[in-house]
């Protein structure tokens, strides 16, 4: 066996044991030499029905990079839909480079033919760095594709959706703590301000919250401190403010044994995804330091009640009230792992996967 044989039967077998580890069923590359396109999606779970999740554009550093994202991205998909009760399975995709230099209308619409070559297995939205302009380039060529504008029977940006069920979780979580659900006086730290954090931040500064915010635009950091008087710190300083509740509102992976240690509050509540670099690690951790957190993919599931509504049939009102439901389930999730002495992240999942596993039996018969 040559050299080069060998590495590429190496790589083959990390894919599959990644696949392995958490039971996906489908990860295909997309690759186009004309529109520079290099795409991965990744179908975690279709029991409970199509896949549906998000496509973002990020410039990883390396390929491996990118199919650790997207596996761990499309798997959290399963358990929101799970979680939520929606009859959705898990996927996700995303598109390799920077999408100021790589996106074009050619790009979104070759990216869409290979959704379609799916045939509906999959269906895709908006994420990080991708718009409903970019989604109506997809719909050029599947029909295979949610979060459409409202002008074309869509609903719209998911994103003020996702704000609202994740300001839901953070009031349950915070009732949970310290007895009220209302956040007026309550000092919430903000990591990320991107089309969910700002939305979330006004929903926390007509509560009356005081605001600690970080990201990388200073313009938009500048714009909230002058209209909500909220405090901007730089980067990694949002971790050791003191603050009530701490949003992780940007990428995943940010809560890591070295950062947790510089945590100074008592709940923890963003709409990220993946915010737990290692489940079995950071969630008892959290624990131990006496954090309650709210499961990322339970909180900021608004956004996918949204698409769902949108894939069978439209209505705003329905969706925020499907919604609010969130606050609900937070609470039930944060006793439960309270009085079976696990972690919240842990419990979440476990709900999900019973869910996805009890219609598993229901199927099992013709």
Same mark, same amino acid.
């Given at each position: 066996?040559?050299?080069?044989?060998?590495?590429?039967?190496?790589?083959?077998?990390?894919? #599959?044991?990644?696949?392995?580890?958490?039971?996906?069923?489908?990860?295909?590359?997309?690759?186009?030499?004309?529109?520079?396109?290099?795409?991965?999606?990744?179908?975690?779970?279709?029991?409970?029905?199509?896949?549906?999740?998000?496509?973002?554009?990020?410039?990883?550093?390396?390929?491996?990079?990118?199919?650790?994202?997207?596996?761990?991205? /499309?798997?959290?998909?399963?358990?929101?839909?799970? %979680?939520?009760?929606?009859?959705?399975?898990?996927?996700?995709? &995303? %598109?390799?480079?920077?999408?100021?230099?790589?996106?074009?209308?050619?790009?979104?619409?070759?990216?869409?033919?290979? @959704?379609?070559?799916?045939?509906?297995?999959?269906?895709?939205?908006?994420? &990080?760095?991708?718009?409903?302009?970019?989604?109506?380039?997809?719909?050029?060529?599947?029909?295979?594709?949610?979060?459409?504008?409202?002008?074309? +029977?869509?609903?719209?940006?998911?994103?003020? &959706?996702?704000?609202?069920?994740?300001?839901?979780?953070?009031?349950?979580?915070?009732?949970? @703590?310290?007895? /009220?659900?209302?956040?007026?006086?309550?000092?919430?730290?903000?990591?990320?301000?991107?089309?969910?954090?700002?939305?979330?931040?006004?929903?926390?500064?007509?509560?009356?919250?005081?605001?600690?915010?970080?990201?990388?635009?200073?313009?938009?950091?500048?714009?909230?401190?002058?209209?909500?008087?909220?405090?901007?710190?730089?980067?990694?300083?949002?971790?050791?403010?003191?603050?009530?509740?701490?949003?992780?509102?940007?990428?995943?992976?940010?809560?890591?044994?070295?950062?947790?240690?510089?945590?100074?509050?008592?709940?923890?509540? +963003?709409?990220?995804?993946?915010?737990?670099?290692?489940?079995?690690?950071?969630?008892?951790?959290? @624990?131990?330091?006496?954090?309650?957190?709210?499961?990322? #993919?339970?909180?900021?599931?608004?956004?996918?009640?949204?698409?769902?509504?949108?894939?069978?049939?439209?209505?705003?009102?329905?969706?925020?009230?499907?919604?609010?439901?969130?606050?609900?389930?937070?609470?039930?999730?944060?006793?439960?792992?309270?009085?079976?002495?696990?972690?919240?992240?842990?419990?979440?999942?476990?709900?999900?996967?019973?869910?996805?596993?009890?219609?598993?039996?229901?199927?099992?018969?013709?």
């Amino acid at each position: 066996m040559s050299t080069i044989q060998g590495a590429a039967n190496n790589q083959s077998a990390e894919i #599959f044991g990644q696949l392995f580890t958490h039971d996906h069923e489908e990860l295909v590359f997309c690759q186009d030499k004309h529109t520079g396109l290099k795409a991965i999606i990744a179908i975690h779970n279709t029991v409970l029905g199509p896949g549906l999740g998000g496509t973002r554009i990020w410039n990883y550093t390396s390929e491996a990079e990118a199919v650790n994202d997207v596996l761990r991205l /499309s798997r959290g998909m399963t358990y929101k839909a799970a %979680i939520s009760g929606l009859n959705l399975g898990g996927a996700k995709a &995303v %598109i390799i480079g920077d999408a100021k230099t790589i996106k074009t209308e050619a790009l979104m619409r070759k990216f869409g033919r290979f @959704v379609e070559n799916l045939h509906g297995k999959y269906i895709t939205a908006e994420d &990080v760095n991708t718009t409903t302009r970019d989604m109506e380039y997809v719909h050029m060529e599947t029909g295979h594709v949610v979060g459409l504008p409202e002008s074309m +029977g869509g609903g719209g940006d998911p994103s003020p &959706v996702t704000a609202y069920g994740t300001y839901m979780g953070m009031k349950a979580a915070a009732k949970h @703590v310290y007895g /009220s659900d209302s956040l007026s006086g309550k000092t919430v730290a903000v990591q990320g301000i991107g089309k969910v954090g700002g939305h979330l931040l006004e929903y926390l500064h007509k509560d009356g919250a005081k605001l600690i915010i970080t990201d990388i635009n200073e313009e938009v950091l500048a714009k909230y401190a002058k209209e909500m008087g909220a405090v901007v710190v730089k980067g990694d300083e949002i971790y050791g403010q003191d603050a009530d509740v701490f949003a992780p509102c940007a990428l995943g992976a940010v809560l890591n044994t070295e950062n947790i240690k510089k945590l100074n509050c008592k709940v923890i509540a +963003g709409a990220a995804n993946n915010q737990l670099a290692d489940e079995n690690i950071h969630g008892p951790m959290l @624990v131990e330091k006496g954090i309650t957190y709210a499961p990322d #993919f339970l909180i900021n599931a608004g956004g996918l009640i949204n698409v769902y509504q949108e894939y069978i049939g439209y209505n705003r009102e329905t969706a925020l009230r499907n919604t609010e439901r969130i606050y609900d389930v937070t609470l039930d999730i944060l006793k439960t792992a309270e009085q079976n002495g696990t972690h919240t992240q842990l419990a979440a999942t476990q709900l999900a996967e019973k869910r996805v596993n009890d219609i598993l039996r229901v199927k099992s018969t013709y």
